[in-house]
Nanobody, 115 residues
């Protein structure tokens, strides 16, 4: 089992910045992918950004050039720096840890961007 604890999020005005952090603990394996997903009311959960242990990243087109994902493999943490936030970025953001066919999810943090 893997446990994920998220922090960060909150309320910010459009154009502002927020940082999300996620710490993984438990049965951590050396090769894994960590990432952030979000779900807005009435919409499906979608990928925001992901990063492998080797540092390869993948971003949703809607957040490229605004969000940056990073990780610390020694501490099993992943962070999402969100800049130039827009009202459409409002959602619950979830941290995900994946290895092989197994997915683990954090509890979710609300991010609200006011116009």
């Amino acid at each position: 089992q893997v446990q994920l604890v998220e922090s960060g999020g909150g309320l910010v005005q459009a154009g502002g910045s927020l940082r999300l952090s996620c710490a993984a603990s438990g049965s951590i394996v050396r090769i894994n992918t960590m990432g952030w997903y979000r779900q807005a009311p009435g919409k499906q959960r979608e990928l925001v950004a992901a990063i492998t242990t080797s540092g390869s990243t993948n971003y949703a087109d809607s957040v490229k050039d605004r969000f940056t994902i990073s990780r610390d493999n020694a501490k099993n943490t992943v962070a999402l720096q969100m800049n130039s936030l827009k009202p459409e970025d409002t959602a619950v953001y979830y941290c995900k840890y994946r290895y092989g066919p197994y997915d683990y999810w954090g509890q979710g943090n609300q991010v609200t961007v006011s116009s």
